[in-house]
């Protein structure tokens, strides 16, 4: 992630949460007050985001101190201690709840995809994430995808082309009973003399896949397929196209993920990884003050 865009977010969380001033704590807690803290997991988690938490204080007060006990990526159980912090009273309680929110939602996501990786790890498919993104949070959402052991899809519109369903029926190369490859087939050739990316085609359909196919992306996207439609598209795939990749998307969820992976499709990408990923339960402790 590039630091200052992180910097960034982080800033803007806290401006968001603490306005003008935390006013609770400019009552009651005297400046010269000083404790210390420890962050504790409440539930078994895959942890994502330590440095962000500390990032947050330390954005707040320099001089706080922190002490990392646990490392983005650790399988972590509950009752753990992941740091220690020390430091003025009224950074640590101003910035805990953004510090929090930021660890509690990435470890959400890479306990999720750690989840689903779990399911798969005898195939050999790939895990991917999708644009369903928090606005604002995407490079911190996908280094949870990642450090989860998924792979990040398109950053955004800018570095991947996918031709999706509206893309085809505004230009006319999908239409109700209608499928245009010849017109396909030309744009992705015309693509490809422009800009050196892969180009990925969305298909919601058997048939279409199979028009898709005639026209040769580096990738299909079957969009919503049931694990039969999947296997007839991989034996179509292997006999004629073998150098087409296939993505696998919708409806795909932990109860029925291992049905899509088994029949050797290269790609899973699933929205559920940031979309829907509950935050984990971490709590901030305070444990002695002077």
Not at 62 to 88: F, H, M
Not at 149 to 168: C, F, T, V
Not at 241 to 254: H, Q
Request: positive net charge; proline residues 2%; aromatic residues 6%.
């Amino acid at each position: 992630m590039v630091v200052k865009r992180v910097k960034e977010i982080i800033q803007k969380a806290l401006e968001e949460d603490i306005g003008k001033e935390d006013i609770t704590t400019l009552y009651t807690i005297p400046s010269f007050l000083k404790v210390k803290a420890k962050l504790i997991a409440k539930e078994s988690l895959v942890l994502c985001g330590i440095d962000i938490f500390g990032q947050v204080f330390k954005t707040l007060d320099k001089n706080i101190q922190i002490k990392t006990l646990k490392k983005d990526g650790s399988r972590v159980k509950k009752g753990e201690i992941l740091a220690v912090l020390e430091g003025k009273a009224s950074a640590i309680l101003r910035g805990e709840r953004t510090a929090l929110n930021f660890l509690s939602h990435l470890s959400g996501v890479a306990s999720k995809t750690r989840k689903f990786l779990n399911k798969v790890k005898k195939y050999k498919v790939k895990i991917l994430d999708t644009r369903k993104t928090i606005p604002g949070l995407r490079a911190l959402e996908k280094y949870a995808v990642r450090i989860g052991g998924g792979l990040n899809h398109r950053q955004g519109l800018w570095d991947g082309i996918i031709i999706k369903e509206n893309h085809l029926l505004s230009l006319g190369i999908k239409e109700k009973n209608k499928f245009d490859s010849p017109k396909l087939a030309s744009l992705i050739k015309n693509i490809k003399k422009a800009v050196r990316k892969k180009i990925e085609v969305e298909v919601e359909n058997l048939r279409e896949f199979k028009c898709v196919c005639e026209c040769r992306p580096d990738i299909i996207l079957l969009d919503n397929f049931s694990p039969q439609q999947v296997r007839k598209a991989v034996l179509f795939r292997n006999k004629y196209f073998p150098k087409i990749k296939l993505e696998v998307s919708g409806g795909i969820g932990e109860s029925n993920i291992a049905k899509f992976a088994k029949f050797q499709v290269d790609f899973i990408s699933l929205g559920v990884l940031t979309h829907s990923s509950p935050a984990k339960d971490i709590s901030l402790e305070v444990i002695a003050s002077r």
